[in-house]
């Protein structure tokens, strides 16, 4: 079974310093790879896609990606308390159409 | 306007019941998928509509069933419901579905909670 994994936390970070956040996943071959984020009652949003190793970087969000040791994580730079949400990893496994999510991972920034 | 609307946003009922929910996104989209969110917060996916055709079909239960009337639309109903269908259930729809880079990049709707009595 393909499985994508995650601390389920809870993750508490202080105001201002930077969250980290790790997934592993199962299929060496997977392609594409992605961060949701997720208030509480609320839906999912897309806030990073990676598809290359390397890290990317979009304003405070970075992600790191390493196919061969099969993890992805995403740091919070300057973390604020609008970030507390549950983050999820998704992983499109290699010949699949579909996206695998983690359990996701409950951060809390305390201010 | 919303880009993947899906109602109701609450549904209660007892079990044995049939109920429905509804999914209309207006962003152009070829794919359609319907996704389950239970109460540890997994999100699974059930079903994927690649412009009106079932591309994927999640061990489900037969007693769920969708339709695609057109590409913009996906609908889902479920017969004689049972406590453990109480769940959040979330349309979502992306580009391209049909795998490759990008292609599940998804816009996902507020989401119907399922309350089975």
């Known amino acids: 079974q393909k499985e994508v994994e995650q601390n389920s936390g809870p993750l508490s970070v202080p105001e201002g310093a930077i969250a980290s956040l790790n997934c592993t996943y199962s299929d060496r071959g997977s392609q594409s790879f992605f961060w949701y984020r997720q208030y509480s009652g609320k839906s999912p949003e897309l806030i990073m896609s990676i598809y290359s190793n390397g890290d990317k970087e979009d304003g405070r969000f970075t992600a790191q990606l390493n196919k061969a040791s099969q993890y992805v994580s995403l740091l919070i730079r300057d973390s604020q308390p609008s970030d507390s949400a549950t983050y999820l990893c998704?992983?499109?496994?290699?010949?699949?159409?579909?996206?695998?999510f983690g359990t996701g991972t409950r951060l809390t920034i305390i201010p | 306007d919303t880009a993947v609307s899906q109602t109701p946003k609450y549904l209660v009922t007892q079990m044995g019941n049939d109920k429905s929910i509804k999914c209309e996104q207006n962003l152009g989209h070829d794919t359609m998928y319907w996704y389950k969110q239970d109460s540890k917060k997994f999100l699974k996916i059930m079903f994927s509509?690649?412009?009106?055709?079932?591309?994927i079909n999640e061990t489900v239960p037969n007693r769920f069933s969708p339709k695609s009337p057109d590409k913009a639309h996906l609908n889902l109903h479920i017969n004689s419901l049972e406590l453990g269908d109480s769940a959040v259930y979330f349309c979502?729809?992306?580009?391209?579905?049909?795998?490759?880079?990008?292609?599940?990049?998804?816009?996902f709707g507020a989401g119907s909670r399922l309350t089975v009595l």
């Open positions: 998704a992983v499109n496994f290699f010949g699949n159409e579909k996206l695998t």
């Open positions: 979502a729809s992306s580009q391209d579905g049909t795998g490759g880079p990008g292609a599940n990049v998804l816009t």
């Open positions: 509509y690649n412009n009106k055709e079932l591309i």
